[in-house]
């Protein structure tokens, strides 16, 4: 069979994404394993026309992932395909997985598969295949039509019939062994275009910054998070796995940096400590790592994180998400204040660089309890302090929140879903536009402009390694128009200077 992958276009308003799409990378490894001819084809760096692509490919089925503001590219590339085409089309994601019906009921999409993917994609795979077997003159409506019951026995997906009526199957249980998975397989993927996570990840040489999962799902149910459209077991992978795609990455694949994108990467503190041994042992410590998704700070004691920094780790993210008390325990994270502070103390003493996740505007958020959030930004003072317009996605119980209690929603496109600009998502009683705008902008102006964090960041070697990100990214978030110029030509006078 002939698969294709697509990660449809999505450009975010700042530089963030040049990384592999890890989801697409086990689809690719898991239809490889079954003998699939496979290519990935990611809107964001392809040159490529699409259509021209799918014609001379010929694929027999099309797989497009996509996040909230993804959602729409991906609608377009499946249109794009069955002008050229007739060819069966799988959208997944965690989009498609809040709200199924939306893409079961578009034309172009045939099939929804809803949350974690790869024995439903195998599923899929296997049932088109036998189809196109059975019947030479198959044609992807044929998949739809429930007398031929072609999609019965497949858990986990949505789709309309010819008669207007969505299905869905049950549920498919999350996969309970994470080490029966193959690696990603990167070799699809057009690595050299791809640098790393950014700002979270240094900027390494090309294709060098690789992202690995050692842990899926959160057994938390923060009220703003997706994670609650996925699986809400968590699974680890062993420690021996790990090890060995550790090793993979590193000694196959050249890797310089490595991302982890668990959920929540520390919810047994005996596996860590296991894995930190072992990467120590096997001596696969000289390479960097990030823990680039917040981890529990309830969880993150100072001998945990002195290990991780012996293993190799150089940053961590946390969760703070608010400065105000109250408003901390209406959202369900289930952490204090005092552990946040203890946590934040303990990494910087063991030397670990911080980043803290802080959102502006939760529910309840007024301009009082958004000035605590910044205030307790700069007094933790992580290295970087991520402050994200509070999004409410499809799906989370926020969402669910505003639509309940006569809230108004600000964006009306998927594609506005995201949270770097420093435009309101919503408003609720209190919690207006202008008061979010607003201390968003404070927020960044006041914790990067603390004059002892120019001077760490004029200071420090990677910034004038990434001099033109850094700045442009800089430019583009905290600063007002009329200081942007000063700014710029006092970085140049102080590059100018470094170089000579
Ligand atoms: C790393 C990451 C990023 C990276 C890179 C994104 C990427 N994947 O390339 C960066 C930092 C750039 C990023 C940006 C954003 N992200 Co992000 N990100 C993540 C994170 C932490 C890990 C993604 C990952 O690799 N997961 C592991 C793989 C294995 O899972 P997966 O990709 O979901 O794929 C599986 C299934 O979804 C399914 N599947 C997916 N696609 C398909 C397709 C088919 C055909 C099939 C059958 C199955 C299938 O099968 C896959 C294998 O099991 C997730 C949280 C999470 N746990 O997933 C958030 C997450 C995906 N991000 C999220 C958000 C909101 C964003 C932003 C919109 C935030 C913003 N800045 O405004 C942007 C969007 C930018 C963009 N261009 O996509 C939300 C998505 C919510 C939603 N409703 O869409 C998540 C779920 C976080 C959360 N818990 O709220 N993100
Ligand atoms: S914010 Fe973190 S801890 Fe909370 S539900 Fe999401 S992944 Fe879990």
Redesign the pocket.
């Known amino acids: 069979m002939r698969v294709l ?1 697509i ?1 449809p276009r ?3 308003p700042i530089d ?2 040049t ?6 990378a ?2 690719a490894a898991v239809g490889e394993r079954r003998g699939d001819e496979v290519r990935v084809f990611d809107m ?1 760096v392809e040159d490529a026309r699409l259509t021209d692509f799918v014609r001379e490919y010929q694929p027999d089925i099309v ?8 959602v729409k590219q991906g609608w377009y590339a499946a249109r794009e395909i069955k002008s050229a085409l007739d060819v069966t089309i ?6 498609v ?2 709200l199924p019906e939306e893409s079961a009921s578009r034309p172009e999409i045939d099939v929804v ?1 809803r ?4 024995d ?2 195998v599923n ?1 795979c296997e049932v088109v295949e036998r189809a196109k077997k059975q019947n030479p003159k198959f044609q992807s409506r044929d998949l739809l039509e429930p007398a031929n019951k072609l999609l019965d026995g497949v858990l986990g997906i949505s789709y309309q019939t010819p008669d207007g009526r969505i299905r869905h199957t049950p549920d498919r249980p999350a ?1 309970s062994n994470l080490d029966s998975l193959p690696f990603p397989a990167y070799h699809y993927f057009k690595m050299e275009r791809y640098t790393s ?1 950014q700002p ?1 990840m240094d900027a390494v040489a090309s294709g060098k910054s690789f ?1 690995m ?1 050692t842990s ?1 799902g ?1 057994p938390y149910r923060c009220t ?4 609650s ?2 699986a809400e077991k968590w699974r680890a992978r062993s420690p021996e796995s790990v090890v060995k795609e550790w090793r993979h990455l590193v000694e196959d694949l050249g890797a310089q940096e490595i ?1 982890i ?3 929540s990467a520390n919810i047994q503190r005996a596996r860590l400590h296991d894995l930190c041994a072992r990467l120590i042992d096997a001596k696969l410590n000289h390479v960097p790592w990030i823990l ?2 917040g981890i529990r700070a309830n969880l993150a004691d100072e001998e945990l994180l002195r290990h991780m920094k012996q293993a190799g780790l150089l940053r961590l993210a946390f969760g703070v998400e608010t400065g105000d008390e109250d408003i901390l325990e209406s959202i369900d994270k289930r952490v204090t204040h005092d552990q946040i502070r203890a946590a934040f103390q303990n990494a910087k003493k063991v030397g670990l660089e911080t980043i803290g996740f802080f959102i502006i505007g939760l529910p309840g958020d007024t301009e009082a309890t958004m000035e605590k959030t910044i205030r307790f930004a700069c007094e933790l003072d992580p290295l970087v302090a991520n402050f ?1 317009m509070m ?1 409410p ?4 119980k926020v969402w669910e929140q505003i639509h309940r209690n006569g809230g108004r929603m600000l964006v009306k496109d998927w594609q506005d ?4 600009e420093g435009k309101a998502r919503y408003e609720l009683g209190e919690t207006t536009a202008a008061a979010q705008e607003k201390k968003w902008k404070e927020a960044y102006r006041r914790f990067y402009l603390q004059p002892h964090r120019v001077l760490r960041t004029l200071l420090r070697k990677s910034t004038w390694q990434h001099f033109p990100r850094t700045v442009r990214m800089a430019l583009k978030i905290i600063l007002p128009k009329k200081t942007k110029d000063q700014v710029k030509a006092k970085l140049d006078e102080a590059r100018a200077a470094a170089d000579s």
């Open positions: 992958l990660n999505f450009q975010l963030t994404r990384t592999p799409h890890l989801g697409l086990y689809l964001d797989g497009i992932t996509s996040n909230t503001p993804q799988v959208q997944g994601g965690p989009h997985s809040a598969a949350g974690e993917g790869e439903t994609w899929l996969i996570l979270a992202s999962m899926r959160c703003f998070c997706s994670q459209v996925m991302g994108l668990d959920d680039v998704n994200s999004t996605y499809p799906g989370t879903y995201v949270f770097f």
